[in-house]
T-cell receptor
Framework: LAKTTQPISMDSYEGQEVNITCSHN???????ITWYQQFPSQGPRFIIQ???TKVTNEVASLFIPADRKSSTLSLPRVSLSDTAVYYC??????????????FGTGTRLLVSP | GAVVSQHPSWVICKSGTSVKIECRSL??????MFWYRQFPKQSLMLMAT?????????EQGVEKDKFLINHASLTLSTLTVTSAHPEDSSFYIC??????????????FGQGTRLTVV
């Protein structure tokens, strides 16, 4: 699985937009990019997944440039409940081995009032 | 969406005893499940891959005789921490892949089990 690099932590305030960037310089052609969210003492929760350009769902947007060597998770108007650790992972969507997720350090987001 | 349930959510045991943690896929079949361990303020570390009907595959450095994995059915995998010691205290999490035909791939995680060995 391609190695990923994220900031260790980020701070924000309620109502702001938060962008978390992940670097994955050796991403392979078949690799997809997936982001998970984890609250304390809970299992990770799927947020969003994409291959290229932009993906948007009800909770976040994922921006992927043409070279796919990085990606940015965008959380619009964060609230206190968005305080969590966010993990970026890349892997081959079609290979069951992708489901064997290898987590990096993640980004610890703290949202303050 | 698919649901993975772990039991118990937390357990306290005495040093030297064994503890079993169950991971169930509630509304889908999972021929493969994964077990992770997470220490405070750290990321998830993959321990092993649980395969229905065959032996588990352990990651390097994980003792297979200490962390016994049994995948007896298509909906249940168990992790038994044998002869537990305080250093085994951790948060254990299981996951199962997306069932086929869903149109996307994501892993579904259990809620985790907090193990404290005293």
């Amino acid at each position: 699985l391609a190695k990923t690099t994220q900031p260790i932590s980020m701070d924000s305030y309620e109502g702001q937009e938060v962008n978390i960037t992940c670097s994955h310089n050796n991403i392979a052609t078949n690799d997809y990019i997936t982001w998970y969210q984890q609250f304390p003492s809970q299992g990770p929760r799927f947020i969003i997944q994409g291959y290229k350009t932009k993906v948007t769902n009800e909770v976040a947007s994922l921006f992927i440039p043409a070279d796919r060597k990085s990606s940015t998770l965008s959380l619009p108007r964060v609230s206190l409940s968005d305080t969590a650790v966010y993990y970026c992972l890349v892997g081959d969507l079609m290979n069951t081995g992708f489901q064997k997720l290898v987590f990096g350090t993640g980004t610890r987001l703290l949202v303050s009032p | 969406g698919a649901v993975v349930s772990q039991h118990p959510s937390w357990v306290i045991c005495k040093s030297g005893t064994s503890v079993k943690i169950e991971c169930r896929s509630l509304d889908f079949q999972a021929t493969t499940m994964f077990w992770y361990r997470q220490f405070p303020k750290q990321s998830l570390m993959l321990m092993a891959t649980s395969n229905e009907g065959s032996k588990a595959t352990y990651e390097q450095g994980v003792e297979k005789d200490k962390f016994l994995i049994n995948h007896a059915s298509l909906t249940l995998s168990t992790l038994t921490v044998t002869s537990a010691h305080p250093e085994d205290s951790s948060f254990y999490i299981c996951s199962a892949p997306t069932p086929p035909g869903q149109g996307k791939t994501e892993a579904f995680f259990g809620q985790g089990t907090r193990l404290t060995v005293v």
